[in-house]
Every structure is written in C-alpha cells, then in structure tokens.
C-alpha cells in the first residue's frame, strides 16, 4: 500500500515534544504506508522558512500561496509568480475564500484568489483551493477564471453534495481530511459516497483536524491512513483501492511521477 497526504502543514507540527524533527515524522508516516507528502503554505514568507527547513527530498513537494485569512500579513503576487515557478513547487495556494472567519475583506479575498488561478495558468500549475461560507463567490470566480485551464483541488472539503457535483462538473478534484471521520457531518459522507473514485484525494492538513482514532492528539502524516481506512468503509471498498484511487489521482492532478515500491 502505498498513500499520499495530500496536504499537510509540515513546518507547524510540533517539533518541542511530539517529533524529533521533519525526518523523524517522515519516518512514522512510512510505518503507516504514508510514502509522500504535499507540504502546503499559507503565507510567502512561510513558504520560503518552511522550504528551507525541510529542504529537497524526494518524497516531498511544495505548494506556494497565501491563505485568505492571511493576506494583510504579506501579499505580493509578483513574488508569488516568482517563488511559485520553482520545479519543487507543484501548486498553487492553499488559496481561497473564507467568509466564515472574515468576511470584510471580501473583495480582497477575491481578487487573491483570482491572481493564484491566473498565475496557475500560466505556469500550468493547479489550484489548492480553500471555501468556507462562500460557495456561491468561490464557484463564480472558478468559472469566470476558466479554472479547467489549469485545474486544482478543493481541499478539506466540507461542503454539500451539490457543491461536490458542481466541482466536478468544472474537472476538479476533491478532498477529504479528519473531518470525515467526526460524528455528525453526515452532509460530507454524502458528499464523499458520490465522488467518484478517479477524482478523490485525502489528507491530514496536519497538524490540524486530527481524525478518529487519534483524537485528541496533534495531526499528522502517519494519520493520513486512518482517513483512507474510514473512506474504504463508507464507498464499500477495500482500502488498497483507497490508497491506490488517491495516489494516482494525486499524481495526475500535480503532474507528478512518484517512484512506487
């Protein structure tokens, strides 16, 4: 079995007690059939510090944003074209919409989210995509900005099976964190059951969302496993299927040629 994270903040783990460091929770992902990881940022001096403390290695790559709930901390989309070239970066974002937690600087959130599409286009790059409270804004600027010319994924999805199917309709990829597996989110099962195999994803976005069992304890890669168990169970498929579905979609949607055992 060989699994991907799909999106994991791996600069903000914890590195004082949990891990001895990016090598060890590399390590612990493995144990658990975890062999690649997507680390995400949210910030552009972020992505830089957290490019350097990971360094080049084989069974990472970066994506290159800045975060809707970040952009009066630093947002120059010039430099987001320049650090986003990198052969090392394979997207673009997490990028997005969020009225759930901010929504006064709406028309800022948009007009960032647009740059990343426009900037993924012409780098064919794809779009890690961020929606909370903003379905109706975050399909309109998809299609007005032609999204299908350079694809993406909406990530930590958390939305209705009828924004499920318009994400399809529009050639995106969707994927599933922890949340999946918490009590009470039946519309994200229902959501999860009618994505297709050949367009699903799963992640941690580590070192949040923690799924069952390991509740309680801070995210991480190895967990990426425990979202691949409950997704086998809720489509009635084995979880070889799961990793093997994820993994080559991961692939397909980032351009990447992962070396498998």
Do not use: W
Request: negative net charge.
């Amino acid at each position: 079995m060989f699994l991907v994270d799909s999106h994991c903040h791996l600069d903000c783990l914890n590195y004082n007690n949990k891990h001895k460091d990016i090598d060890d929770v590399i390590a612990k992902a493995a144990a658990n059939k975890v062999e690649y990881i997507l680390a995400v940022a949210t910030t552009l001096p972020g992505f830089v510090s957290m490019k350097k403390k990971i360094g080049k290695r084989d069974n990472v790559s970066f994506s290159c944003g800045i975060h809707p709930l970040d952009l009066n901390r630093y947002s120059d989309f010039d430099q987001l074209a320049c650090l986003a070239s990198s052969s090392e970066v394979v997207a673009l974002g997490e990028t997005g919409l969020d009225y759930h937690y901010q929504s006064d600087n709406a028309k800022l959130q948009q007009i960032s989210f647009r740059q990343h599409i426009r900037i993924g286009c012409q780098l064919n790059k794809p779009v890690i995509i961020h929606t909370r409270k903003a379905q109706q804004d975050t399909l309109e600027i998809l299609k007005e900005e032609q999204i299908g010319d350079c694809g993406g994924v909406l990530h930590c999805f958390t939305e209705d099976d009828n924004m499920a199917k318009a994400l399809l309709d529009l050639g995106l990829y969707i994927s599933f964190s922890g949340i999946v597996t918490f009590n009470n989110v039946e519309q994200i099962r229902q959501a999860a059951r009618i994505v297709p195999l050949d367009r699903i994803l799963i992640e941690t976005d580590a070192p949040y969302l923690t799924p069952v069992p390991h509740r309680g304890q801070e995210n991480e890669p190895a967990y990426v496993r425990a979202v691949a168990k409950f997704l086998a169970k809720l489509k009635g498929v084995d979880v070889e299927e799961i990793a093997r579905a994820t993994t080559q979609n991961f692939c397909d949607v980032f351009h990447l040629t992962i070396k498998r055992n």
